[in-house]
């Protein structure tokens, strides 16, 4: 006989979240199926917390339905997707963080969505940087230089749009201070993005064409320019076309050198930091996912 249990993890450093983690609490306890609903609320160390979770899943019998609910923004997702990637835990996405880009991907925004019918369970695919899990993407160059330049006040008060002020900020970056990332084959660029989603950063779009399947990675990479280039650039990926743009190398690949000896990759703007240079690829289908039943 099968049982239902419920982890409810929640970035708990903001008090609203906290809230609807306990409306998600007193649903599912409410719900016959459901015959253990726990809460773990976030830490500052990353690493508990995958071990936690990680734990949770690892103690679940054979014909255990799980439910992973996630509350809190495209960081908290990456860290749950560290857990329940490839096994049969049901990730849910409540999106309360500053880009959502996953959560948007699936068609998600409403807060209060998993209370409202019966969900449908999906596929999706992700990325991995050796046993790393990316559910947007692998940056290196400006993506690093954007969490600096972002800031706690922007993104507490421009939400999403914070990543497109910091952008703008470093287009003003003095040239000697910009990032550069060297090829094998000896090219300079300033970005370079490994992505399985379509957006990143609160819908900058970089991979147009991604599907939540995808077999591959979406690649785009935007070398040394000047100012004004670097406008015309931004111009094509604000219109959400990067791949019109002459001046950027769009394409796809199965896998992808990224950053070099000198710089550092970021996994979906969370904290941590893989030295480079490093392969990415394509765990396909690896996570099940909840969306809304409604979806087309």
Known sequence: MQTTKVLIYVKSSTPANLCKAAAYQEF????????????????????NDIRQLKQWVGQLDADTTAELLVVGGDGSVNIAAQACVSSTVRLTVIPAGTGNDFATALGIEDWRWRMRGTPRLRQRSVGCIGEHI???HAGAGISVALRDLQGAWSKRWLKRYSYLWALVRYLFVPPRR?????DSNGNDWEFQVAAVNRAIGGGIIVYPSAQLTT?????????????????????WILRKQPEKSQLLDCHEAATFTISDANNIIELDGDAIELQGPATASVKVNALNVYTQGNEQ
């Open 178 to 182: 910009r990032c550069m990332i060297t």
């Open 215 to 235: 077999e591959v990675l979406g690649i785009l990479q935007v070398p040394r320019l000047s100012r004004w280039r670097q406008l015309s650039a931004l111009y």
């Open 134 to 136: 990316f559910i947007n």
């Open 28 to 47: 599912f306890q409410s719900q016959q199926a459901a015959t253990e609903v726990l809460t773990l609320p976030s830490s500052a160390d990353r690493s």
